[in-house]
């Protein structure tokens, strides 16, 4: 092989296809019976229930992802928000056809803020010392934070929803860049079909290009000598056989932490790394173990009888405890879940490891915005976790690492090497050009 690629999800989708457009024969290598990752969906009593990600697209149609698949000639449909977004906030959801209806629940003394603040963000050049800031410290000096809390529930939940951080955890620097590639870009987008769809596509494409998938395949170690990279060796999990395969490129989707693992033979697990990263008093410790930072979320799957966000764009959540918003993907694309049913999906980010508090906090926040509706109408399908090595983004936003690793002819794609600005598949999409790029240097 030309190059073998460790993990069939988008990032390793998205490099194969463009290397195999490039007519070099390459080798997906993916340890699950199925490609597409954490960007992909399994068929529950007829409703489309994600591995990861809420069927969006963050920049829409005129992002950087859409951009690649129409370069690639990858079908796909993506359906643009119809509106700026709704927000839960005193108790009831406000909808904000631009972003100015923010004005109706932040009322005149809090949207005065907003617009400054907005004016500093977006045209003054702040000092790196406040570029390095952490936002909410940054916010802190910026205005009264006691006396504009919904303004600050506003950025906290864009924030949790977004990039799955707490404003303490992410820099000035970073959210002004994905703010400003927000408005860039455009609205999100629900994927017609569901994320499953788009990776199915994308899967399709790399074998009319011959490109062979070995599914349920792990790699178990990437080989070097004398510091360059020379292949992998491989395990197939239905034989038990394993096998070494020789390439001079070896591209990996699984995140630095799992690679630097596979360049010592050694196997990263999920209850090793939540061990470490996690101490006895239920807190999450970032500086445990390893300095992989990644972001942790829960997120709900739940299908109603009944419509309950009336658009096809985010419901931010300001006044809930732990869910920071919602999507009810069905809007855009009713096929998502049985006819006359709606699917909705809630993301929050995990603050603790007392997985069952979260849980229950994430039904509280549920049963408090949606009153007795919620029990009449809804059924809960999923409940999940997702962080160590499957968490929401392998890197959290701006902490990602470099794409080059020490060893020659190895390099890092997917959500751990997103370019600052790129948020989520649109982070993924970007590190596969970026990617590109330094192949041609
Ligand atoms: P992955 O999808 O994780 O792919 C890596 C692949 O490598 C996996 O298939 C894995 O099985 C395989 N693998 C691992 N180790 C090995 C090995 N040793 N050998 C062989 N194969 C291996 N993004 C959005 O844009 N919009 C959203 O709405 C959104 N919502 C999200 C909600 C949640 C709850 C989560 C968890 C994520 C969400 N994301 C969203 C993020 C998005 O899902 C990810 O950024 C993206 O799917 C990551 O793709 P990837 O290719 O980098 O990694």
Redesign the pocket.
Known sequence: FDAII????????LSAAHLLQRGKQVLL????PH?????TAKNLHGVQV?????????FGSSGV?SHMLRRLNVPHRLYDADVFGSFHVHGRQYRSRGLLGVAKFLGPAQFRQFMRLGYVMFFQKLPDQQRQMPFDLWLERQIDVRRNPQLVAFFASISRFAL?LELHQVSTAEVIRTTKNMFRYGA?AIVAGG?GELTRQLTQLVQSYNGEIFLS????EILQEQNKVTGVR?KHKVTGAEEVLRAPLVVS???PR?TTG?LENR?VRQAEVLKQKYADDHTFNDTAADDVQEAV???VHILSDISLIPHKGIMYCLDTKRIAGM?QPTNSDPSLAPAGKHLLIS?QVIQSNNVEEERALALADLRFMFGAAFDQHCQILTM?T?RG??????VAQGEDVEPQLDVQGLYL????VKPSGY??????AQ?VNNFLDLLDD
Do not use: Q
């Not at 994600?50 to 963050?58: E, I, L, N, Q, R």
């Open positions: 460790i993990g069939a999800g988008l990032g390793g989708l290598v993916e340890r699950l490609s597409g990752g954490r960007f994600s591995t990861g990600a809420v069927h969006m697209v963050p992802l799955s999100p994320c395949c792990e790699v178990l491989i989707d699984i995140g799992a596979l196997r979320g829960l997120k999507v993301h999940g997702y090595e499957w968490p929401v983004n392998r794609v997917g959500d751990a948020l989520m598949v649109e982070g993924v590190s």
